[in-house]
């Protein structure tokens, strides 16, 4: 089967709707505010910012900034039939629900040849980590699995993360509202990629809610 790979970078502001569903075209698009960069003659010096892998903590773990600090990563397959284009997927931040502030991540995958997988990732350093949860909403409990929480902790593989590389092992439908789940990196130090999601494994379209990304330190 073939497959369709991307990762998009996103930093600052980001053009993705509040509305659920809004589809990422794959481009990173960045808006800032102008500001007068000029220092007045008695501002004190502005110190540089450390770019060592210590210093990195998780950002915007909430998303409430938007997807500020992360970037997206899909492993797709192509649509049934003659098509090389990858099944319908969205990526999108909605005030429909949250479990922390006002906003979560919604991740939609259409299921039709029951494989996908999308995700968001930024580096961390998990030296004093024990756990990392995040909160996933399901809308109803089921006995049939249909998607799965796509965690992945540890060195990124040089041509980037692919379904394989992720810890599948946890059904989404197996509760309905907001479940934290957890997973332990107390094998991991120092700077690592981190990354969430969702892996479809029914054919249907698949839409899951994701939120409160923390990192647990006892």
Same mark, same amino acid.
Do not use: C
């Given at each position: 089967?073939?497959?369709?790979?991307?990762?998009?970078?996103?930093?600052?502001?980001? %053009?993705?709707?509040?509305?659920?569903?809004?589809?990422?075209?794959?481009?990173?698009?960045?808006?800032?505010?102008?500001?007068?960069?000029?220092?007045?003659?008695?501002?004190?010096?502005?110190?540089?910012?450390?770019?060592?892998?210590?210093?990195?903590?998780?950002?915007?773990?909430?998303?409430?900034?938007?997807?500020?600090?992360?970037?997206?990563?899909?492993?797709?397959?192509? /649509?049934? %039939?003659?098509?090389?284009?990858?099944?319908?997927?969205?990526?999108? #931040?909605?005030?429909?629900?949250?479990?922390?502030?006002?906003?979560?991540?919604?991740?939609? #995958?259409?299921? #039709?040849?029951?494989?996908?997988?999308?995700?968001? /990732?930024?580096?961390?350093?998990?030296?004093?980590?024990?756990?990392?949860?995040?909160?996933?909403?399901?809308?109803?409990?089921?006995?049939?699995?249909?998607?799965?929480?796509?965690?992945?902790?540890?060195?990124?593989?040089?041509?980037?993360?692919?379904?394989?590389?992720?810890?599948? /092992?946890?059904? #989404?439908?197996?509760?309905?509202?907001?479940?934290?789940?957890?997973?332990?990196?107390?094998?991991?130090?120092?700077?690592?990629?981190?990354?969430?999601?969702?892996?479809?494994?029914?054919?249907?379209?698949?839409?899951?809610?994701?939120?409160?990304?923390?990192?647990?330190?006892?």
């Amino acid at each position: 089967m073939q497959r369709r790979s991307y990762m998009a970078g996103f930093t600052g502001f980001l %053009g993705v709707g509040l509305a659920e569903g809004t589809p990422l075209t794959g481009r990173s698009t960045t808006s800032t505010d102008p500001q007068d960069e000029s220092e007045r003659p008695d501002d004190p010096p502005i110190p540089e910012r450390s770019t060592t892998p210590s210093s990195r903590a998780l950002r915007n773990g909430s998303f409430e900034s938007y997807l500020d600090g992360w970037s997206v990563g899909t492993d797709l397959p192509s /649509e049934p %039939g003659e098509s090389t284009d990858p099944v319908e997927h969205s990526v999108s #931040i909605t005030s429909e629900r949250a479990s922390d502030g006002d906003h979560s991540l919604a991740l939609y #995958i259409d299921g #039709i040849a029951d494989d996908g997988t999308i995700w968001v /990732e930024q580096p961390v350093n998990v030296s004093r980590v024990r756990t990392v949860t995040v909160d996933v909403y399901s809308q109803q409990e089921s006995y049939n699995r249909m998607s799965q929480v796509a965690f992945f902790a540890g060195k990124k593989p040089r041509g980037g993360l692919a379904e394989s590389d992720f810890n599948r /092992e946890k059904d #989404i439908e197996d509760h309905s509202g907001w479940k934290t789940y957890s997973y332990s990196v107390d094998d991991l130090s120092g700077t690592v990629t981190l990354a969430v999601g969702m892996n479809v494994v029914w054919e249907t379209g698949i839409r899951r809610y994701f939120d409160d990304v923390r990192l647990v330190t006892e």
